[in-house]
């Protein structure tokens, strides 16, 4: 069964929300939304990485070169408070969608 794609705009939101329990790089980042999506969510790297450039220059993240657990050097990424703001607008965004569509869905054919 083919994996669903991830709504149009829910990206960056997810990678912000990932950003909060600890910073990471950006295989980091796709294993960790996969895991929590019980694998239903896949990021591919040409979908993640113009996202983190993208969070980079509107200054919601920040990144540091760094030394992985497997002694490679790799790019983390960590939330900034304009990051942390911007999750909280963007859930509550999403969570307004969400209870929309709901009530669509749910009228009477």
Do not use: C
Request: hydrophobic share 40%; aromatic share 8%; glycine share 8%.
């Amino acid at each position: 069964m083919k994996k669903p794609d991830l709504l149009p705009g829910t990206l960056d939101m997810l990678i912000l929300k990932t950003l909060t329990r600890t910073p990471l790089h950006g295989y980091g980042i796709a294993q960790s939304i996969k895991r929590f999506s019980d694998d239903v969510l896949t990021v591919e790297e040409g979908s993640l990485y113009p996202a983190l450039q993208r969070l980079l220059l509107q200054g919601w993240v920040k990144a540091e070169w760094k030394m992985t657990e497997t002694n490679r050097r790799a790019r983390f990424y960590t939330l900034t408070a304009a990051g942390r703001k911007q999750l909280g607008l963007e859930v509550s965004q999403f969570e307004q969608m969400i209870a929309a569509i709901g009530r669509v869905l749910s009228e009477p054919a």
